[in-house]
């Protein structure tokens, strides 16, 4: 019986072509909406959580808590400074910390102009960095020390669509009105950020910068043995001592890279609800779509509701009847909403890997992803469809035989 009424929704549905399509536009706009969301997120996430493995769970991040410009603090105690560097590197537990100068600027070649990150470490720290990312030389050679005025550049500066013109080996590129020599090129890393960057030795950095002692970011690796939370404590205690600050009241801030990833995780997931929820508008304006299409048809189909009545029919095998023609519009609309969704999310990835040169947004579909989104869909489609199934269900025949 079931299979019979089945098939008596399905023919339903087929003779009102053109209103079962319209009905459905909400559902399957709102479910591709929510599918490429959240598949471009899970993507996303995953692609983040490769980061953080290959950075390690052995690293800690310190940092300032108000993050500007090199040499934009108006106070020692605003800024990090070799001094926290040394102070670091003597905490038991550490295995190795590096200081990082760090500034987004102009960099101009051959008279065109890009704002991209300039670098500045020492070269004995590259080897270090090794550890943490991939960072190979594909031409030229690394940084070393007394490279005043050599920088090495990012894959896009070489092969990307960063400039008009490639740049190349002995070439001459100008930051802060000063003239560099590249004599090597970075590996390909994976995002466009990292693969713009400009590397210099830090020493030559604060001296275009006009800094005297900064460090925008130190980076420590743990000891084997020492667990990362724990030396991640220490080491925000001797700073606080060092610098003369109360608990609670520090200026900068000492993360775990687990610490990291579960704070960014947290963010990410606010927004993609946000998102989701923006998105999920168009399926109650889709279930709304669906009631009233029912409500119509209950209207329409009154006469016809009656002889089956008449003939035997119970309520419960009316309201199962229209129960199962608006959870179909859900379901079909869903399973179009998921093929769109799809193609939106693979469409994005591409984009973004062919003219962003992005590898961190992609589209990952999940089985729980395709099987939840059909289910709710169907959800959506038999819930809205209730009311006008239970008002169907309940009338009668001989009212429902004499309706004009």
């Given amino acids: 019986m079931i299979l019979d009424f089945l098939k008596l929704s399905l023919n339903n549905l087929r003779r009102r072509k053109l209103r079962s399509w319209l009905t459905m536009l909400g559902i399957f706009i709102g479910i591709a909406a929510v599918v490429a969301l959240i598949s471009l997120g899970q993507g996303l996430q995953a692609a983040i959580n490769e980061q953080f493995q290959q ?11 108000t993050m500007g410009p090199p040499g934009s603090a108006t106070s020692k105690e605003m800024i990090l400074t070799s001094e926290d560097l040394e102070v670091i590197e003597n905490v038991r537990g550490v295995k190795w910390a590096i200081g990082m100068l760090m500034k987004s600027g102009p960099v101009n070649f051959k008279k065109n102009m890009n704002i991209v990150f300039e670098m500045g470490i020492n070269p004995d720290d ?13 031409g030229g050679r690394d940084l070393k020390e007394g490279d005043k005025y050599k920088v090495l550049v990012g894959y896009n500066h070489a092969y990307g669509d960063l400039w008009d013109k490639p740049v190349k080996l002995d070439d001459t590129i100008i930051i802060e009105e000063v003239e560099f020599k590249v004599v090597g090129i970075v590996e390909k890393i994976g995002n466009p ?9 830090k020493d030559t950095l604060k001296e275009v910068l006009n800094v005297e002692d900064e460090e925008s970011q130190i980076l420590v690796k743990t000891a084997i043995g020492f667990e990362p939370a724990d030396v991640a404590d220490a080491i925000k205690r001797k700073l606080r001592q060092a610098r003369g600050e109360k608990e609670e009241q ?4 000492v993360q775990t890279s687990e610490q990291l990833l579960e704070t960014f995780s947290t963010i990410f997931g606010i927004v993609q609800a946000v998102l989701v929820g923006i998105a999920a508008i168009s399926l109650l304006v889709g279930g709304i779509g669906i009631m009233n299409t029912m409500y119509t048809s209950v209207l329409e189909r009154t006469k016809e509701i009656g002889t089956m009545k008449a003939v035997g029919a119970r309520n419960s ?5 229209f129960l199962m023609e608006s959870g179909l ?32 947004l992609r589209a990952v579909f999940p089985w729980y992803l395709i099987l939840g989104a059909l289910a709710f869909s169907f959800i959506i489609g038999s819930l809205s469809g209730a009311l006008p199934a239970v008002q169907a269900s309940r009338l009668k025949p001989v009212d429902a035989l004499r309706y004009e």
Avoid: C, H, P
């Fill in 193 to 201: 950020y990292d693969d713009a960057v400009v590397w210099l030795t």
């Fill in 329 to 360: 519009l859900g379901l079909v609309g869903g399973a179009i909403g998921i093929a769109i969704g799809f193609g939106l999310g693979k469409g994005t990835e591409y984009i973004a890997g062919m003219y962003l040169g992005s590898g961190l």
């Fill in 250 to 253: 520090e200026t900068f801030s």
């Fill in 126 to 138: 590259l080897r270090l960095i090794r550890e943490v990312q991939a960072f190979n030389i594909i």
């Fill in 317 to 321: 095998d009316i309201l199962l009847i």
């Fill in 55 to 65: 950075l390690g769970s052995d690293k800690i991040i310190i940092q300032t808590k």
